[in-house]
């Protein structure tokens, strides 16, 4: 069975100010693919990145990043100087490798972010 | 471009009506899925299809009826729905073979707001 867990229900910070999103999961299979997630009020859900369980490289892009740490099970997404704009929901999703059958996204309950101006 | 046209928007109907939503992806993308998200809630699978046959179906109830008539076409047929089946319904496509670096990543359209009556 998976699981993802993002603790954090709604986060409230004000513009320019860097946030941290966490993200937990659990997973019995060996390899894996992580995922963030954003969907605005619109409703639509924007991919942000996808990870390999075997890379565990930090990204950056633009005022992303993300800190993947395989041996605490965490895959956390910072966003530095925050805008406005970025006021959203954000899920954290893990599905395993394999064919299609098995690549169903499980989310997290996700993050609300409100940036305030 | 990795854009997934939902239509239509909204959608209000009553508990005796025939309805379908549509899905349609040109990225060449062999598997798509249905989900349904509550309000506030992260999204649930409903169904996957693998080249144009069924291969999940997350033990909906038969009122939800799916149909892939072709590798770009997704439709989700309604019929007698219940109050409880008021969700924004979220078609999602991704490649199914690895060609590159988008193997895997779903792409989400904006979502078919429904309300039952």
């Known amino acids: 069975a998976q699981k993802v867990t993002q603790a954090q229900t709604e986060i409230s910070v004000v513009e320019k100010e860097d946030v941290t999103l966490d993200c937990v999961y659990e997973?019995?299979?060996?390899?894996?693919?992580l995922f963030w997630y954003k969907q605005p009020p619109s409703g639509e859900l924007v991919f942000l990145i996808r990870?390999?369980?075997?890379?565990?490289q930090n990204e950056i892009s633009g005022r992303y990043s993300w800190n993947f740490q395989k041996s605490t099970s965490s895959f956390n997404f910072t966003i530095t100087a925050s805008q406005v704009v970025d006021s959203a929901v954000y899920f954290c999703?893990?599905?395993?490798?394999?064919?299609?059958?098995?690549?169903?996204?499980?989310f997290g309950s996700g993050t609300r972010l409100q940036v305030q101006p | 471009d990795t854009e997934v046209t939902q239509t239509p928007k909204h959608l209000v109907m009553g508990m005796t009506n025939k309805k379908s939503l549509k899905c349609e992806q040109h990225?060449?993308?062999?598997?798509m899925y249905w989900y349904k998200q509550k309000a506030k809630k992260p999204p649930e699978l409903m169904f996957v299809?693998?080249?144009?046959?069924?291969?999940i179906n997350e033990s909906v109830p038969s009122r939800f009826s799916p149909e892939c008539p072709n590798s770009s076409l997704l439709n989700l047929h309604l019929h007698a729905l219940q109050p409880e089946d008021s969700a924004l319904y979220l078609c999602?496509?991704?490649?199914?073979?690895?060609?590159?670096?988008?193997?895997?990543?779903?792409?989400f359209g904006a979502g078919t707001r429904l309300s039952v009556l």
């Open positions: 999602a496509s991704s490649q199914d073979q690895d060609r590159g670096l988008t193997k895997n990543i779903q792409y």
């Open positions: 997973t019995r299979d060996t390899t894996y693919y």
């Open positions: 990870r390999n369980s075997f890379d565990e």
């Open positions: 999703a893990l599905s395993p490798l394999g064919d299609t059958g098995r690549r169903a996204l499980t």
């Open positions: 990225m060449g993308h062999r598997a």
């Open positions: 299809y693998s080249y144009e046959k069924l291969s």
